[in-house]
């Protein structure tokens, strides 16, 4: 039926298959991993915004990791920074509601609150755009913005 080069083909190419599928399932970040470097930005941020922002944006660079990466968005909603979506900076998304949350609003109300914590929403998971719940740790800085990290539950 199927020559043995053929079969060997079909066995090598699903044990490759396999094996991205488990890598991507292991490159996605933990909600601790996301709070940590989350942290971690907020201090580069106190220290010196612009330069922050420039190192949040680098791929190659330590404030993205696996899935994770920095977003920055002042208390009005406008997007200050963000690593994998640049043309959102200086959009207002405080009404952005496409998933069912209003989770640019949830994440205002923590900031001016209590300045940090979790925001939960459902938000496309990357690898097959499924709706699926995400979490992400947001901190004011200087009481000005805040930056946030989300990691998918």
């Not at 900076?89 to 979790?118: E, P, R, T």
Request: hydrophobic residues 40%; glycine residues 6%; charged residues 25%.
């Amino acid at each position: 039926m199927f020559s043995r080069t053929t079969t060997i083909m079909f066995l090598l190419l699903t044990a490759i298959l396999l094996n991205l599928t488990w890598a991507q399932a292991t490159e996605m970040g933990t909600p601790d991993e996301a709070k940590a470097l989350n942290k971690k930005a907020v201090a580069a941020a106190k220290a010196d915004r612009d330069k922050a922002f420039v190192a949040f944006a680098d791929p190659k660079g330590s404030y993205q990791a696996k899935d994770l990466y920095v977003f920055c968005m002042d208390m009005h909603g406008v997007m200050l920074s963000h690593a994998k979506k640049p043309q959102l900076v200086g959009k207002n998304l405080l009404d952005f509601n496409k998933y069912g949350d209003l989770l640019f609003q949830d994440m205002i109300k923590v900031a001016k609150g209590k300045g940090s914590g979790w925001v939960n929403y459902k938000w496309p998971h990357p690898a097959s755009e499924e709706l699926k719940e995400k979490s992400t740790y947001i901190e004011a800085v200087n009481k000005e913005y805040f930056c946030g990290v989300g990691a998918y539950k």
